[in-house]
């Protein structure tokens, strides 16, 4: 949140395209207006990977320390294991996480005009290693995110370690499984394009594809 000025637009850009992935296709429901999504864990102890291609925002997600607090909300999981979220179910993790070496990973989204299958992999790469590069400098070891099964495979393909915990359960929104995967903040193949990095929150530059 301290460095957004820095990077023009970027994150209100990053909030209209949560809104056509989340709110216009699947109708989730969560808060947006008519331009943007954005909910209680867009606060302070958030942190961003955003990926920009030409200047357009075209994928991007949020990352959270499993010790974060902010008002009465923690982290979104923590926060369904409470029962404070009625679209999540309670048990989709099993257990109340707290802990400096887990970070949690939320709304990963990509534009439709990023068409190819390459251009894809190159750009979901650079949105996970900048979570990555952002948690592990914080001590984090392990990532998890409520996501849907197709995701577990992509991230293994790109060499990200990815497995699920505990059970699926089908959103009543969008109709899709999902389940709480878990990573570790390493890869097992070098990343491929490294992403740009600086120790403090701010997009991750995608080169022109």
Known sequence: MRDLHVHGTAFYDFLWLRKRFFVDTPGWHIPHDDVVEMDPYDNPKAWYSVVLRNGEVIGGARAMATTATWGSHSYMLRDAVQGKLTDIPAAVLG???????????????????????????????????????????????????????????????????????GGPYTNDNDGRRYAVLLMPTTRIIPPVPLATHRAQPQPIHAPAV
């Open 95 to 165: 257990r109340d996480i707290v802990s400096r070496e887990m970070w949690e990973c939320t709304r990963l989204v990509m534009a439709d005009t990023v068409g190819t299958q390459a251009a894809r992999s190159t750009c979901l790469t650079m949105i996970v290693q900048g979570l990555i590069d952002v948690a592990a400098d914080q001590g984090a070891t392990s990532l998890m995110s409520l996501s849907p099964l197709a995701l577990m495979r992509a991230l293994r393909q790109l060499g990200f370690g990815a497995e699920r915990i």
